[in-house]
């Protein structure tokens, strides 16, 4: 009897154990997780007055973290204002930036965009533009559309607050209104963090949340030819492509700059055409 109940033991045991992982993934994905611990690291605080640093610290240490809660689960709850990609009709895609403007590499992005002549969608950062006024004038000079990626790049699923995303956004929108003349809709979260509650608030101060389908993963510092074939083998019709101007104070972009000399004439001898987010989602992005 008790060798019966031992064995039973173990096998529920096991199964319990073989099943954990789907166990943890299915809460990730359902709730939003604001009193998880996480492993953080700050980035260093450096002293460019240029190169206000990102709060929630690197790319590279965040996006190791769990992502709260699925983009796609997001995009299906909110698909009025929650975006991955475009219509897949037609051969259009979207090359999206964040984290600029930074005067290491943004000018450098904008070089290759000006040389193809392709428009882009810049998600910048208050603290930056502030800093770098000059180069987000450029942006809108030469044809981008620039977007919210608040004002210091906060986790704001760690800081899990609404009102720091409110003041985050709001800060960020009025300092982009004096250099650009507008009042952007289009927000993209750091480090694509986001839960319910977090685009609920979004939607109340009339924005449109911009995810992507296609992950460059540039942060990471790859040769230029790894980050170019993390595009052009993932690359489809409506596809929204993420892509860095920006880095922490010890990153460097010099690679996603020689990346898109490859990514841009590639993908247009494929019959793709570079469109702007709000013109491949058909939206405004102006209030
Ligand atoms: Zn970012």
Same mark, same amino acid.
């Not at 020689?258 to 494929?270: D, F, G, H, V």
């Given at each position: 009897m008790r060798d019966r109940i031992f064995k039973l033991l173990l096998v529920t045991g096991f199964l319990f154990c073989l099943h954990i992982t789907d166990i943890m993934a299915a809460y990730a994905n359902e709730e939003p997780l604001v009193n998880v611990s996480w492993q953080w690291s700050k980035a260093v605080i450096q002293n460019d007055p240029n190169l206000p640093d990102l709060d929630g610290g690197s790319e590279n240490s965040s996006r190791k973290l769990q992502q709260p809660v699925d983009l796609r689960i997001l995009q299906q709850r909110y698909p009025d204002i929650f975006f991955l990609q475009g219509p897949t009709d037609q051969k259009r895609v979207a090359l999206t930036f964040d984290d600029g403007p930074d005067p290491r590499f943004t000018n450098g992005v904008l070089d290759v965009l000006k040389q193809y002549n392709v428009p882009a969608t810049f998600f910048v950062l208050g603290s930056r533009a502030v800093a770098n006024p000059d180069i987000v004038k450029r942006m809108q000079n030469e044809g981008h559309v620039i977007g919210n990626h608040t004002y210091s790049h906060p986790n704001l699923v760690q800081e899990s607050d609404l009102k720091t995303l409110e003041r985050q956004v709001t800060r960020t929108e009025i300092a982009l209104n004096d250099i650009i003349g507008y009042r952007t809709k289009l927000f993209r979260p750091p480090y694509g963090f986001l839960y319910n509650e977090l685009v609920e608030k979004l939607r109340e101060m009339n924005y449109y949340v911009i995810a992507w389908s296609v992950d460059s993963l540039d942060w990471q510092e790859d040769p230029p030819a790894v980050i170019a074939s993390n595009v052009v083998d993932n690359i489809h019709s409506g596809a929204i492509i993420l892509l860095h101007d920006g880095a922490e104070a010890s990153g460097d972009r010099?690679? /996603? #700059? *020689?990346?898109?000399? !490859? #990514? #841009?004439? /590639?993908? !247009?001898? !494929?019959?793709? *055409?570079?469109v702007t987010v709000p013109e491949l989602l058909n939206i405004p992005f102006m209030k």
């Open positions: 010099t690679n /996603t #700059i *020689e990346a898109l000399r !490859q #990514i #841009i004439p /590639t993908l !247009q001898e !494929q019959g793709y *055409e570079f």
